[in-house]
């Protein structure tokens, strides 16, 4: 029989909070964490806001000596992880080498260390060559951000990076839920984090013309998911991790399920770099993969964690999607977009969604969407708009819609 995955820790590094409680009191709340952009000078760029982390004390998580090598991700997800493994009552320090080797990482990024080699190019370009990190290659080497972690708390299992864009996160949370499930492991540290906010991978954006532009005077209102008016969407930092353990294994050590895990699926259109098949038929089917697996029906399922990044392409195809999948229950299925509160953080998203999620099954309650002030036609279903809503449901869907044609779904129970 497959084994229950279940999760005991969530951390959280947000835009709009730094910590598991002050990220969803925010979020429960709609409080923003979208603001002018300050770790650069935007100046001369048509967008100069993002989701970015204030006041964050890499200190803590990275010794001084160290920080100068590695990217900013780092220290996110080690602060990320720190709250998760204190949740769950797990102390690496305290562990045997042979338990270390039992617990693994499942790390999803969409740019890794992105930040920290655009600046290495911008040393060696302006003749500052001998301030360049001697670590250039392999931080730069999007797998050493697993290691990072591994290397922080001691663990010896599996250390692995799942990059696949937007899904990123969403895919390592699958992975580490199937190594479980099917007995290879029994606890992963699993979850996403992304640091993008640099000058390069900003103007990348740009040149694709996929950015919001005109709220750079109103920062808090450029976010906006499936409202007729939006003009792409908000890049943001920011690290959700969370403890997978099989089931009975946390039980007898006296953990605390916070939920479980049920279900996941992904698929390819194999269609664009960047653009969605219009149908939406490939993220429907990786919707149905997941409840199938789940053993769920699609009326089971009481809320939706959008992916919503705000362009008028992706709102569009994934509402189209959610009927597909759902069917005549899509007009009666509750759900929210996420990045209209903190941004889109690139691979993390997925996590970001599913700690929300997990919390708001908790409380019974879930967060809003933002700004859907002038509701597209195409766009037909219930996204919350404006204010939270109380909620009482058992099942969810995590969706997740990446460049690249993939699209991923996690289903989650409440615990």
């Not at 964050?56 to 920080?67: G, S, T």
């Not at 204190?86 to 042979?98: K, V």
């Not at 999948?325 to 990045?339: Q, T, V, Y």
Request: hydrophobic share 40%.
């Amino acid at each position: 029989m497959p084994h229950r995955v279940v999760i005991t820790g969530i951390g959280a590094v947000s835009p709009n909070g730094a910590g598991r409680e002050a990220f969803w009191a925010a979020t429960r709340a709609g409080v923003s964490g979208i603001r002018p952009i300050t770790v650069f000078n935007p100046e001369g760029f048509a967008c100069r806001v993002a989701g970015s982390i204030p006041d964050f004390d890499a200190a803590r998580y990275i010794a001084p000596k160290d920080r100068p090598h590695v990217s900013r991700s780092a220290p996110l997800a080690i602060a990320a992880v720190t709250e998760a493994l204190a949740q769950a009552g797990l102390e690496p320090a305290r562990m045997t080498r042979q338990e270390l080797r039992h617990i693994g990482v499942s790390l999803g990024s969409g740019g890794g260390a992105n930040d920290f080699t655009e600046e290495q190019y911008r040393l060696y370009y302006t003749g500052r060559q001998k301030e360049c990190s001697v670590y250039v290659i392999p931080t730069s080497t999007i797998g050493t951000l697993a290691s990072e972690v591994s290397m922080r708390f001691g663990f010896r299992g599996y250390s692995h990076v799942v990059s696949t864009g937007c899904t990123s996160s969403t895919d390592a949370i699958g992975y580490a839920f199937r190594a479980i499930r099917h007995g290879e492991m029994h606890t992963i540290v699993a979850g996403g984090v992304d640091s993008p906010i640099a000058p390069l991978i900003l103007r990348g954006f740009l040149v694709m013309r996929i950015m919001s532009t005109r709220w750079n005077h109103a920062p808090t209102r450029a976010s906006r998911p499936f409202s007729r008016d939006r003009d792409g969407f908000v890049i943001a930092e920011g690290a959700w991790f969370f403890i997978l353990e099989e089931r009975e294994r946390a039980l007898a050590r006296g953990a605390v399920p916070l939920g479980e895990i049920v279900g996941y699926g992904s698929t390819c259109e194999a269609y664009h770099r960047v653009r969605l098949e219009e149908c939406g038929e490939e993220p429907a089917r990786a919707i149905h993969i997941a409840l199938e697996e789940a053993n769920l029906e699609p009326d089971a399922i009481g809320y939706l964690s959008y992916h919503g990044t705000s362009t008028e392409l992706n709102d569009r195809i994934e509402s189209r999607a959610v009927q597909l999948a759902f069917g005549a229950h899509a007009e009666r299925l509750p759900g929210s977009a996420l990045k209209s509160i903190i941004g889109h953080p690139q691979g993390a998203c997925g996590a970001a969604g599913v700690a929300a999620t997990l919390l708001g099954m908790r409380d019974g309650v879930v967060h809003p969407t933002l700004n859907l002030d002038q509701p597209d036609p195409a766009c037909p279903l219930d996204y919350i708009p404006h204010q939270a809503r109380a909620l009482s449901f058992e099942y969810a869907v995590a969706n997740c819609i990446a460049f690249g044609s993939k699209n991923s779904a996690l289903v989650l129970k409440s615990s």
